[in-house]
């Protein structure tokens, strides 16, 4: 494919603009509104702009109270209001070529008191987001920046999951009404992003601290302008654009554990960056490494033996001290007026966060079936250590020739890095004797991003946006070690006569498994996504918008085309090796005690031919390589039909092909898999307004789900914690689902809400993970099931406490609940007969329920707030032949943030995990936590 072509493509949109824009607009207007009674900025104020014989121009301000437009010369009258505020209505006389900046102060309104104190508890970001919620086209849940900081959430994953029907699994995985990660998809300011998980499609969203967040949009009705791989929902995050104004903000932070800062803390000697997330080489593969496979008949047994001694004798366990958290960012941006109309902007920032944390007897149960009988294989205590490092850097650009004339360049890196012990002791069926596990285990993950966006109005008021963009992301996995002892009774001769007179029992170095093993996975995977879509102004009842849109650029009604391509393409490369017993003397003939640490075991006189001998183990189906392209248009339009009633609706025809190849790294054999579809997918989305500040909604679509790219490959590969097997499914096919939503909204004040709603999905073919049994391993593949059915009610409501009583004044409660039930039909295969034929869908919780009590004193400075979050039990893998569904047990998570503003900045204090509830998962009767 011509990649070079596909970037090109937009880049070629202002050369021929002139073309397309009509004449410049004749002046810019622009202002500033402010409380009367402080200088205050008001956001979300309402802007009316009345020319005679033009249409009137309605927006609102920034977060910083601005404003800004278009308009022509003439006689205008500028409007503003905002509740709990008195409307102003200025004259303003405009002359073509010049751009005229006015101030507008509101006063207070005596009789609408108690509105400007919800308004000054919210602030503007949370009214403006409630203020496009309500005005958007589809069902969708919203929190913006100042929400943001508020709740205390580190990354988008804490963020999603206070929203009504989203949880997180394994601490970055969005599951959107229960839906799993296949069928949620997350857009970073609007483009596709890979992931950087070898076996999965979905993002990972710790990946994108809040503190580079400008709001998170979570559809849960399709919109054709969407991608059409959606089913729970859409996660759109939007990340800090350019300010009004310069500004500079330095934050320094610490974290505390209890569990875990000042205590003891298991460590290894790793590299001399491990302190910024940057591997130094130290775990690499050593210069100059062979590129054929590591054996005998290849290199020889000296040259064996060599490469076995090439390795960093890296194998020693430390124990260290843990340390506070850490933690600094700094941000910057500036907006600069140019000639005439002409702007440019700019906002960067830099964040850096470290932490340590000890999980200490977590239980690991695993079981098979016998006849009717469960059958325990393994039951581990595991302890773990991991210190991690977050770096994030963000970099964008805007150029407007006018406020109609917008381009942007959007950059972000993201990197998080793990490094950590874990140390297991149980017994293992491979043996049935008590043995220890230790592994060394050192993960980076980055995902960079670049875009060039444009939007431009042209002749008729019609829009042109457009985007392209280039996504990278790496998952590098180095030197991943690990051994096995197992405990042994040996006979030793204690009177020194010749003849052993005493059993003693001592751990002893386990030849099986994954013991003695060092192992480098690498993954990387490149993304080019470009688009460009046009809106037309179209009303074909000329009816009058009432609704102030934000947008100003953007119709309120309009007829939207859009095309699309997407190319992807995914590299997974893995080399494994383990040191294998080949006899029990060193190269001097000194019998090896296999009892010794690794550090003492592994060194250079046992790693002979009468000793250890390094083996590799890579499997011909080990690697893969894999592409995509998706080609996608649409057509959409959204109208009134009456003063009260918007729809808005369309079409999206997608055409994808996806082809996984999975190679023998030192041979020629290979597996293919190939996934080929074109779907179209129909939506549409009723709004009705019952009455001013109270509307209802309708939403039906069809969607898909394909399968993710690795499942395509009928290949077996090891899970990177060596607990169990993965297998794909050639035979996979793309997932359907029908979705219908209703949902009643009604906003008492613009900052508060109530809401509840209904939806419901039928799933033809969904595609789910099941657990296998094969001998005394376990192993998950992938199956479509039959179909399924999913129903669920949401509940949303956000109101001022002072309500009740004037003794919660600056209290504000907000909370959510969800009640979600689902059914599957399983189908039976000749080798593979699911255990429950019917059941829930993997991954989906009962219930899902938030509740947030925030509370604020402008006079004090004081913010401060308390989150709870729980969920229901959801299957977290699904049984096979027998072996039962594995389900996750609800628990109850508690966090509480205050913070103390000053003139300078501000200080916070975030408790998490308040309650430290353990995590279970149950099989039967058997729970481990």
């Known amino acids: 494919m011509n990649l070079k072509l596909t970037i090109l493509i937009p880049l070629l949109f202002p050369v021929f603009m002139k073309d397309l824009i009509g004449q410049e607009p004749s002046a810019l207007l622009s202002g500033v509104v402010t409380r009367a009674s402080d200088n205050s900025p008001i956001g979300a104020a309402a802007i009316k702009i009345e020319s005679p014989g033009q249409a009137d121009i309605t927006l609102a301000t920034s977060l910083e109270g601005a404003f800004s437009a278009t308009v022509k010369a003439g006689e205008l009258i500028v409007e503003v209001s905002a509740p709990g505020f008195l409307t102003q209505r200025v004259p303003v006389t405009v002359t073509a070529g010049e751009s005229i900046n006015i101030p507008v102060i509101l006063p207070e309104d005596s009789d609408a008191s108690t509105i400007e104190v919800r308004g000054r508890l919210l602030e503007a970001s949370a ?53 799993g990660g296949r069928y949620s998809q997350t857009l970073l300011d609007g483009t596709s992003i890979p992931s950087p998980e070898p076996a999965k499609k979905v993002v990972p969203l710790d990946l994108f601290p809040s503190s580079i967040i400008e709001s998170v949009v979570v559809s849960k009705s399709y919109s054709p302008e969407l991608p059409g791989e959606f089913a729970g929902g859409s996660v759109r995050i939007t990340t800090v654009g350019v300010p009004e104004s310069a500004f500079t903000k330095i934050g320094i932070g610490t974290s505390y554990n209890s569990q875990t800062t000042f205590e003891n803390f298991n460590t290894y000697k790793g590299g001399n960056y491990d302190f910024l997330g940057f591997d130094d080489g130290t775990r690499g593969l050593p210069d100059g490494f062979p590129s054929v496979r590591i054996a005998i008949g290849n290199l020889g047994a000296e040259g064996v033996q060599a490469v076995g001694r090439s390795f960093n004798n890296n194998w020693a366990l430390m124990e260290s001290t843990a340390m506070p958290g850490f933690g600094f960012d700094f941000a910057f941006g500036d907006k600069v007026e140019l000639d005439g109309l002409s702007r440019f902007g700019y906002v960067g920032s830099l964040s850096y966060s470290n932490s340590y944390q000890n999980i200490e007897d977590r239980r690991k149960v695993d079981f098979g079936v016998a006849g009717e009988d469960l059958v325990l294989f393994n039951d581990y205590t595991i302890d773990s250590s991991s210190f991690g490092v977050d770096l994030t850097g963000i970099f964008s650009m805007t150029y407007e020739h006018s406020p109609a004339q917008k381009i942007s360049f959007r950059n972000i890196m993201s ?44 002749v008729g008021d019609s829009l042109l946006t457009w985007k392209t963009s280039y996504s990278y992301t790496e998952r590098d996995e180095p030197d991943t070690r690990s051994n096995k002892y197992e405990l042994s009774a040996l006979q030793v001769d204690t009177d020194s006569d010749g003849v052993p007179d005493t059993i003693i029992e001592k751990y002893r170095w386990y030849d099986k498994s994954f013991s003695g093993s060092r192992d480098f996975y690498f993954l990387d995977e490149n993304v080019i996504d470009t688009a460009a879509q046009i809106s037309i102004p179209f009303s074909p009842f000329a009816m009058k918008d009432p609704n102030t849109d934000p947008l100003a650029l953007l119709p309120s009604q309009y007829l939207k085309f859009g095309l699309g391509m997407t190319f992807r393409d995914r590299n997974f490369s893995a080399r494994l090796f383990r040191y294998r017993r080949a006899g029990v003397n060193n190269a001097n003939g000194i019998p090896i005690d296999f009892s010794l640490p690794a550090e003492l075991l592994f060194i250079d006189e046992n790693i002979h031919p009468t000793g250890f001998v390094l083996e590799e183990f890579t499997r011909s189906t080990d690697n893969y390589d894999a592409q995509q392209q998706l080609y996608s248009g649409f057509a959409a339009t959204s109208f009134l039909l009456s003063e009260q009633f918007r729809v808005q609706g369309g079409l999206r025809m997608e055409a994808s092909n996806q082809e996984v190849r999975t190679f023998e790294l030192f041979g020629n054999g290979e597996i293919e898999a190939v996934n080929k579809t074109t779907d179209l997918l129909p939506a549409i989305n009723l709004t009705y307004e019952v009455e001013e500040n109270r509307q209802l909604r309708v939403g039906i679509s069809q969607t898909v789900s394909r399968p993710q790219l690795r499942e395509l490959s009928e290949a077996q590969y090891t899970d990177t914690l060596g607990s169990f097997s993965v297998q794909g499914n050639p035979d996979l096919e793309t997932a359907t689902l029908q979705n219908f939503d209703v949902r009643y909204e009604t906003y008492p004040t613009p900052d508060e809400i109530f809401s509840m709603g209904l939806f419901y999905k039928k799933l033809d073919k969904p595609i789910e993970q099941v657990q296998l049994q094969a001998a005394s391993a376990l192993i998950k593949s992938f199956l479509n099931a039959k179909d399924g059915d999913l129903f669920g009610i949401e509940m949303e409501a956000r109101t001022d406490l002072s309500r009740l009583n004037p003794v919660f004044e600056g209290f504000l409660l907000s909370l959510n609940l969800a009640y979600i039930d689902s059914e599957v039909t399983a189908i039976v295969t000749p080798l593979l007969a699911q255990t429950n034929l019917k059941r829930p869908l993997q991954g989906q919780p009962e219930y899902v329920a938030n509740l947030g009590i925030y509370w604020e004193s402008p006079d004090l400075g004081l913010e401060s707030s308390l989150q709870f979050n729980t969920f229901g039990e959801r299957i977290s893998s699904v049984g096979a032949n027998g072996l039962p569904d594995e389900y996750e047990q609800p628990r109850l998570d508690l966090d509480w943030i205050i913070s103390k503003r000053f003139e300078s900045g501000k200080l916070k204090l975030k408790l998490t ?8 998962f149950q099989v039967n009767e058997e729970i481990a936590e």
Do not use: W
Not at 424 to 435: C, H, K, L, Q, R
């Open 913 to 920: 995990n308040i309650l430290d509830e353990d995590y279970k």
């Open 415 to 458: 990197r998080n890095t793990s490094d950590s012990v874990n140390l297991t002791e149980g017994v293992n069926v491979d043996n049935g004797e008590p043995v220890r596990f230790t592994q060394f285990r050192y993960i980076e993950r980055a995902i960079f991003n670049s875009q060039l966006t444009g939007e431009h109005l042209l």
């Open 127 to 179: 009214r403006k987001q409630l203020l496009e919620r309500r005005f958007a086209t589809e069902v969708s849940d919203r929190v913006g920046a100042e929400e943001i900081s508020k709740s205390g959430s580190s990354d988008a994953g804490e963020v999603v999951s206070r929203l009504p029907a989203v949880t997180i699994v394994g601490g970055k995985f969005a599951y959107v009404r229960g839906l």
